[in-house]
T-cell receptor, first 112, second 110 residues
Framework: GQQLNQSPQSMFIQEGEDVSMNCTSS?????WLWYKQDPGEGPVLLIA?????ELTSNGRLTAQFGITRKDSFLNISASIPSDVGIYFC????????????FGKGITLSVRP | DAGITQSPRHKVTETGTPVTLRCHQT?????MYWYRQDPGHGLRLIHY???????DKGEVSDGYSVSRSKTEDFLLTLESATSSQTSVYFC?????????FGSGTRLTVV
């Protein structure tokens, strides 16, 4: 089946630093999404991307849909302690019953 | 709020007992999903529903069953709980595009 690759499993950064995460796939997707999960909660949608090459920002977050449609990246600028959490990428194909395929997530730690 | 509620939030049960987890939505979304989350495995799809009484298996469906008798409720049942089913369970809903997740149920099987 389709798989999304996110690595490394964990990242440790200093408060104020920028961090970039990427997500790759062996097959194409029509939609890429990035979710964040806070401890003890469910994942929450951060950014959705619908077109190859699309670059979208949401505050300090910027995400891009790769032109090959097989990858996406998420950048967090000027990190703050509340950025701590697990970041999941997800890909989706168009069509009925089209389920999301999730990466395994990257756990981000921010040192004050 | 997102309009999706999971109950209970926490449960401890004994091996061999049946357990039912409930997902309730007020968004009238067509699609509902059950995932489990375990360290190192991310989110794995157990079962999903694309309408009332329409359900299908996900990648880790063994030992689980589901029912959806009305749009707003999607039930996940562990017929005979095992220790390997200790996990955090998430329900998600969607109409089209991205999912909205519930806050999860932490299930411990002892």
């Amino acid at each position: 089946g389709q798989q999304l690759n996110q690595s490394p499993q964990s990242m440790f950064i200093q408060e104020g630093e920028d961090v970039s995460m990427n997500c790759t796939s062996s097959s194409i997707f029509n939609t890429w999404l990035w979710y964040k999960q806070d401890p003890g909660e469910g994942p929450v949608l951060l950014i959705a991307l619908y077109k190859a090459g699309e670059l979208t920002s949401n505050g300090r977050l910027t995400a891009q849909f790769g032109i090959t449609r097989k990858d996406s990246f998420l950048n967090i600028s000027a990190s703050i302690p509340s950025d701590v959490g697990i970041y999941f990428c997800a890909g989706q194909l168009w069509g009925a019953n089209s389920k999301l395929t999730f990466g395994k997530g990257i756990t981000l730690s921010v040192r004050p | 709020d997102a309009g999706i509620t999971q109950s209970p939030r926490h449960k401890v049960t004994e091996t061999g007992t049946p357990v039912t987890l409930r997902c309730h939505q007020t968004e009238n979304h067509r699609y509902m999903y059950w995932y489990r989350q375990d360290p190192g495995h991310g989110l794995r799809l157990i079962h999903y529903s694309y309408g009332v009484k329409d359900t299908d298996k996900g990648e880790v469906s063994d030992g689980y069953s589901v029912s959806r008798s009305k749009t707003e409720d999607f039930l996940l049942t562990l017929e005979s709980a095992t220790s390997s089913q200790t996990s955090v369970y998430f329900c998600a809903i969607s109409e089209s595009g991205g999912y909205t997740f519930g806050s999860g149920t932490r299930l411990t099987v002892v």
